[in-house]
T-cell receptor, first 113, second 109 residues
Framework: ETGVTQTPRHLVMGMTNKKSLKCEQHLGHNAMYWYKQSAKKPLELMFVYNFKEQTENNSVPSRFSPECPNSSHLFLHLHTLQPEDSALYLC????????????FGQGTRLTVV | GIQVEQSPPDLILQEGANSTLRCNFSDSVNNLQWFHQNPWGQLINLFYIPSGTKQNGRLSATTVATERYSLLYISSSQTTDSGVYFCAATNQAGTALIFGKGTTLSVSS
C-alpha cells in the first residue's frame, strides 16, 4: 500500500464508450501525474498537475482528458479510444513536481475492444 | 534530452544468488531513483539516490553521478524479488521523470 489508490483496477471498454479513471492520494502531496505503460515500452508521462494546475501535457491525444478538482484527486476521462490505447495507466504523486519520493498507484489495466 | 538505459534487459536467478543491475544516463540528471514493479503492476520506490550509496536490507544502490551511472545490488535474492526494476531520473527542469526500459528479474526456488 503506497497511499495512492486507483480505481478501477481493470477496465474493458468499447471504442465508442466514455469512461473515467480515478486516482486518490491522502499523502499531502501537491503534484500528481498520469503515466501510460504499454507492453515492451518505457513508462510514458502523460500529464502533470501541480497544486491542481496542469503544468505538463506530453503531446497526449485529446481523447484523453485529465481533471484535477483538488490536490488529492485526479481523473482521466476517456472517450473514443483506439485498441492501441490498451495499456496499464499509472497514477503517481509527489510532494512537489521534482518527483522526489514519487509514490505510484497500482494502476488501471485498460483494454479497448 | 535525457536518456536512461538499463542492463541487462532480463535476468534469471536461482534463489540465494546475488545480482547487479546497471543504469546509465546520458546527461546531468536530478532525482535518480530506483523502482520495483511487482507482477501485479505496483511500482514501489526503492531508493532516491542522486549520488553516493544507500542500503536497505538486502538491497543497496550506488550512483556515481560524475560517470553517469547507477547500480542496484540485490543480495541473497528471493522469489518475491521477481518483477521489473526501473531506473528513473528527472531532467534538470524537474518537469519530467524519465524511465528506463527496465530489467525483468525472475527468481526461481
Amino acid at each position: 500500500e503506497t497511499g495512492v489508490t486507483q480505481t478501477p483496477r481493470h477496465l474493458v471498454m468499447g471504442m465508442t464508450n466514455k469512461k473515467s479513471l480515478k486516482c486518490e492520494q491522502h499523502l499531502g502531496h501537491n503534484a500528481m501525474y498520469w503515466y501510460k505503460q504499454s507492453a515492451k515500452k518505457p513508462l510514458e508521462l502523460m500529464f502533470v498537475y501541480n497544486f491542481k494546475e496542469q503544468t505538463e501535457n506530453n503531446s497526449v491525444p485529446s481523447r484523453f482528458s485529465p481533471e484535477c478538482p483538488n490536490s488529492s484527486h485526479l481523473f482521466l476521462h476517456l472517450h473514443t479510444l483506439q485498441p492501441e490505447d490498451s495499456a496499464l495507466y499509472l497514477c503517481a504523486s509527489s510532494q512537489e513536481t521534482g518527483y522526489w519520493g514519487a509514490f505510484f498507484g497500482q494502476g488501471t489495466r485498460l483494454t479497448v475492444v | 534530452g535525457i536518456q536512461v538505459e538499463q542492463s541487462p534487459p532480463d535476468l534469471i536467478l536461482q534463489e540465494g544468488a546475488n545480482s547487479t543491475l546497471r543504469c546509465n544516463f546520458s546527461d546531468s540528471v536530478n532525482n535518480l531513483q530506483w523502482f520495483h514493479q511487482n507482477p501485479w503492476g505496483q511500482l514501489i520506490n526503492l531508493f532516491y539516490i542522486p549520488s553516493g550509496t544507500k542500503q536497505n536490507g538486502r538491497l543497496s544502490a550506488t550512483t556515481v553521478a560524475t560517470e553517469r551511472y547507477s547500480l542496484l545490488y540485490i543480495s541473497s535474492s528471493q522469489t518475491t524479488d521477481s518483477g521489473v526494476y526501473f531506473c528513473a531520473a528527472t531532467n534538470q527542469a524537474g518537469t519530467a521523470l524519465i524511465f528506463g526500459k527496465g530489467t525483468t528479474l525472475s527468481v526461481s526456488s
